[in-house]
């Protein structure tokens, strides 16, 4: 190669010198005069000297001129690799992060989509900040995916203010941690990811986490596993500045909540979601020695749901009557947390109870009928749904379990004893795809569908595991048309582009796995303060989300203010935060949801409208064989609450707000 270079040079550089001495007039007149003149416009062309004279001194021109341009070469050779280097370096994600109180994010799965547009959001609000994701992967595989996820904003994210990095390696390795500096960084976010031992990969990384910034110091960490089992060893792990919670458990219970009470998801969604209206915490240092109701009443653009007690202690729903202490902070469900409400803290007098109020309790619900669940598919979240079902419905209910024919029969969860005859689980094998399937489980006599897609990590042959959930989807769509009934329908997603895809009736939901942890790791990445009261929000002994009917507050058919339904439901005990308007045409059932109004709104009141209220903790204990324990705990509710859709539909449920029995909550 070098050979053919040199006489490649040779062959242009030679004719071309030669040219130029034969065409120059003052060249010399002789020939050798001209030759030499060949060889010099020859070697200044190939920096080879200019020595002329004896061929030896001549020889020793051209040595020096190789030498020279071989230094030359090495030094730019050596240039040009280092820079190559550090150009590869970069794009491996192996360079160190500068920044401070910079947002990190630990690990890929599917929630990082969600954590990184909700904390780039955060970012944005806040100024110029970062968010650092490292994980095992290439930092510009990982750039260009977060890139290109429609819906989250990340695509326009060099346009803001805001400012993403990947970095790539082993998270269990604190020499790879430390590319984020997460000693120094604002919040550090710890994600579940998918195989059989994700979970001992998640305490792992947190051990690796300690062990580089310590346990006392440090910024706060929140972490999510899917197993319950490993969660008291993660939350040893997380240390004292840590936050661990259940994947696997709260999808499970955002599940049976959507299905039984369709569009709470979407409430869920909203209330978690930076976007949207959130939970904050005000201060109330000027309201002291006046009570809970007063206040509630008071504030324009906030609904407040608790006290958060000067020891950390939150105290959801309290009574209307319950005095302020000093030190005491107002929990609120506000849209705006760049700055607490003006009104928050100079509070004007509050209104009048209106005539069109409900002046007297509604009358208590009466018992609450046995419900009939269908369940199709089986994956490990399968069992939690079963065991939350078997806890939650009244006696004589039925459950019914569709697996496809090439799955495996899963075996019956156990029973606890206290809980015996209260659910009758029974297992069928059905294709699916065969049009025969469905109709022959008498759909109609169902009060809600609960549809499961497989495990990305257990079926290794099924690389989009949401196939399946759109395929079942569509044939109970097809059966909704064919009969003119409307199923309440919840589809567990393992993608969120599925969302998209998924056909759905006028009473059905779609819930992404994952979706609700994932803001959850947000809303306590951003304000740790919260984790307790989002502990006693989701939590099985604390307060729930309800969405009760609008005549329980207030007399269909009139106009009444949102501080009229505000002042209704602290009579009732309840904290109102939002409604849903019922619009006869509307689609979905999730749509004319609306979060903490104005208080001074006025609108006229159907009967077909729904409150969405924060419910009192439940006055009886749970079970004493249920032990288990995590944020979030979610309190399961059964109002059996459907609406008109332009549908038939059965409407089994008489439970108008109250939820499950106390002895179940």
Same mark, same amino acid.
């Given at each position: 190669?070098?050979?053919?270079?040199?006489?490649?040079?040779?062959?242009?550089?030679?004719?071309?010198?030669?040219?130029?001495?034969?065409?120059?007039?003052?060249?010399?007149?002789?020939?050798?005069?001209?030759?030499?003149?060949?060889?010099?416009?020859?070697?200044?062309?190939?920096?080879?000297?200019?020595?002329?004279?004896?061929?030896?001194?001549?020889?020793?021109?051209?040595?020096?001129?190789?030498?020279?341009?071989?230094?030359?070469?090495?030094?730019?050779?050596?240039?040009?690799?280092?820079?190559?280097?550090?150009?590869?370096?970069?794009?491996?994600?192996?360079?160190?992060?500068?920044?401070?109180?910079?947002?990190?994010?630990?690990?890929?799965?599917?929630?990082?989509?969600?954590?990184?547009?909700?904390?780039?959001?955060?970012?944005? $609000? !806040?100024? *110029?900040?970062?968010? /650092?994701? =490292?994980?095992? &992967?290439?930092?510009?595989?990982? #750039?260009? @995916?977060?890139? +290109?996820?429609?819906?989250?904003?990340? $695509? !326009?994210? *060099?346009?803001?203010? /805001?400012? =993403?990095?990947? &970095?790539?390696?082993?998270?269990? #390795?604190? @020499?790879?941690? +430390?590319?984020?500096?997460?000693?120094?960084?604002?919040?550090?976010?710890?994600?579940?990811?998918?195989?059989?031992?994700?979970?001992?990969?998640?305490?792992?990384?947190?051990? +690796?986490?300690?062990?580089?910034?310590?346990?006392?110091?440090?910024?706060?960490?929140?972490?999510?596993?899917?197993?319950?089992?490993?969660?008291?060893?993660?939350?040893?792990? +997380?240390?004292?500045?840590?936050?661990?919670?259940?994947?696997?458990?709260?999808?499970?219970?955002?599940?049976?909540?959507?299905?039984?009470?369709?569009?709470?998801?979407?409430?869920?969604?909203?209330?978690?979601?930076?976007?949207?209206?959130?939970?904050?915490?005000?201060?109330?240092?000027?309201?002291?020695?006046?009570?809970?109701?007063?206040?509630?009443?008071?504030?324009?653009?906030?609904?407040?749901?608790?006290?958060?007690?000067?020891?950390?202690?939150?105290?959801?729903?309290?009574?209307?009557?319950?005095?302020?202490?000093?030190?005491?902070?107002?929990?609120?469900?506000?849209?705006?947390?760049?700055?607490?409400?003006?009104?928050?803290?100079?509070?004007?007098?509050?209104?009048?109870?209106?005539?069109?109020?409900?002046?007297?309790?509604?009358?208590?619900?009466?018992?609450?009928?046995?419900?009939?669940?269908?369940?199709?598919?089986?994956?490990?979240?399968?069992?939690?749904?079963?065991?939350?079902?078997?806890?939650?419905?009244?006696?004589?209910?039925?459950?019914?379990?569709?697996?496809?024919?090439?799955?495996?029969?899963?075996?019956?969860?156990?029973?606890?004893?206290?809980?015996?005859?209260?659910?009758?689980?029974?297992?069928?094998?059905?294709?699916?795809?065969?049009?025969?399937?469905?109709?022959?489980?008498?759909?109609?006599?169902?009060?809600?569908?609960?549809?499961?897609?497989?495990?990305?990590?257990?079926?290794?042959?099924?690389?989009?595991?949401?196939?399946?959930?759109?395929?079942?989807?569509?044939?109970?769509?097809?059966?909704?048309?064919?009969?003119?009934?409307?199923?309440?329908?919840?589809?567990?997603?393992?993608?969120?582009?599925?969302?998209?895809?998924?056909?759905?009736?006028?009473?059905?939901?779609?819930?992404?796995?994952?979706?609700?942890?994932?803001?959850?790791?947000?809303?306590?990445?951003?304000?740790?303060?919260?984790?307790?009261?989002?502990?006693?929000?989701?939590?099985?002994?604390?307060?729930?989300?309800?969405?009760?009917?609008?005549?329980?507050?207030?007399?269909?058919?009139?106009?009444?203010?949102?501080?009229?339904?505000?002042?209704?439901?602290?009579?009732?005990?309840?904290?109102?935060?939002?409604?849903?308007?019922?619009?006869?045409?509307?689609?979905?059932?999730?749509?004319?949801?609306?979060?903490?109004?104005?208080?001074?709104?006025?609108?006229?009141?159907?009967?077909?409208?729904?409150?969405?209220?924060?419910?009192?903790?439940?006055?009886?204990?749970?079970?004493?064989?249920?032990?288990?324990?995590?944020?979030?705990?979610?309190?399961?509710?059964?109002?059996?609450?459907?609406?008109?859709?332009?549908?038939?539909?059965?409407?089994?449920?008489?439970?108008?707000?109250?939820?499950?029995?106390?002895?179940?909550?």
């Amino acid at each position: 190669m070098l050979s053919w270079l040199a006489l490649g040079c040779l062959g242009v550089v030679v004719p071309v010198s030669t040219a130029l001495v034969w065409m120059d007039p003052a060249a010399p007149r002789s020939l050798s005069g001209r030759l030499t003149a060949v060889w010099r416009t020859s070697a200044e062309t190939l920096r080879l000297g200019v020595a002329t004279g004896a061929p030896p001194r001549m020889l020793l021109s051209v040595l020096l001129g190789l030498i020279a341009l071989l230094c030359v070469s090495t030094l730019v050779g050596v240039i040009t690799t280092g820079l190559g280097d550090r150009l590869a370096e970069l794009r491996r994600g192996r360079s160190t992060v500068l920044e401070r109180e910079h947002a990190v994010v630990l690990g890929w799965s599917e929630q990082v989509f969600t954590v990184v547009a909700e904390l780039v959001a955060v970012q944005n $609000g !806040r100024g *110029r900040g970062v968010v /650092a994701v =490292l994980a095992d &992967r290439d930092s510009a595989e990982m #750039d260009a @995916a977060l890139a +290109a996820t429609p819906g989250t904003g990340l $695509g !326009r994210r *060099r346009s803001g203010r /805001a400012r =993403l990095v990947c &970095r790539s390696g082993t998270l269990t #390795d604190p @020499a790879a941690l +430390a590319l984020v500096a997460p000693a120094v960084a604002g919040s550090v976010l710890v994600l579940p990811a998918e195989g059989a031992q994700a979970d001992l990969e998640v305490v792992r990384i947190l051990l +690796a986490l300690g062990s580089l910034i310590g346990a006392a110091a440090g910024p706060p960490v929140v972490a999510a596993v899917r197993d319950g089992r490993y969660l008291p060893a993660a939350r040893l792990a +997380a240390g004292p500045r840590g936050v661990v919670l259940e994947t696997d458990m709260t999808t499970a219970r955002l599940l049976v909540q959507s299905a039984r009470r369709p569009g709470l998801s979407a409430v869920l969604r909203d209330l978690l979601d930076v976007a949207g209206a959130e939970f904050h915490v005000v201060e109330g240092e000027r309201l002291a020695g006046s009570t809970f109701g007063e206040v509630a009443v008071r504030w324009e653009a906030a609904c407040a749901v608790g006290l958060l007690r000067a020891d950390g202690r939150p105290l959801l729903t309290p009574g209307p009557q319950t005095p302020l202490e000093p030190g005491d902070r107002f929990i609120v469900v506000a849209h705006d947390d760049t700055a607490p409400p003006t009104d928050c803290r100079t509070p004007t007098a509050p209104p009048e109870p209106p005539g069109n109020c409900r002046a007297t309790p509604a009358q208590p619900p009466g018992p609450e009928a046995p419900v009939r669940v269908l369940l199709l598919g089986w994956n490990r979240r399968a069992p939690l749904i079963v065991d939350i079902l078997r806890r939650t419905v009244r006696p004589d209910s039925v459950l019914d379990v569709v697996t496809g024919p090439d799955e495996e029969l899963p075996p019956a969860p156990p029973e606890p004893r206290s809980l015996a005859g209260r659910l009758a689980v029974s297992y069928h094998v059905g294709d699916l795809a065969r049009p025969e399937t469905l109709p022959a489980f008498d759909l109609s006599g169902y009060d809600s569908v609960i549809v499961l897609g497989a495990d990305a990590d257990a079926d290794a042959g099924c690389a989009r595991p949401d196939d399946r959930t759109l395929l079942a989807l569509l044939m109970l769509r097809a059966w909704e048309e064919e009969t003119g009934h409307a199923l309440p329908v919840v589809a567990e997603l393992h993608d969120h582009r599925s969302r998209a895809l998924a056909p759905l009736g006028p009473a059905s939901d779609a819930v992404v796995r994952g979706e609700l942890t994932a803001l959850l790791m947000a809303q306590i990445c951003r304000n740790p303060t919260l984790a307790p009261v989002f502990e006693e929000v989701f939590a099985a002994r604390g307060g729930a989300l309800g969405l009760c009917p609008a005549d329980r507050y207030v007399a269909p058919g009139r106009a009444a203010s949102f501080a009229t339904v505000v002042a209704a439901a602290l009579r009732h005990g309840e904290c109102a935060i939002g409604y849903r308007a019922h619009t006869p045409h509307s689609a979905r059932r999730q749509e004319g949801i609306r979060l903490c109004p104005g208080k001074s709104e006025h609108r006229v009141w159907a009967a077909e409208d729904e409150v969405v209220v924060v419910l009192p903790a439940p006055a009886v204990p749970a079970p004493a064989d249920d032990t288990r324990e995590g944020l979030p705990r979610m309190r399961q509710d059964d109002t059996g609450m459907r609406r008109n859709t332009g549908m038939r539909q059965d409407t089994k449920g008489s439970d108008p707000c109250g939820g499950d029995p106390p002895e179940l909550r």
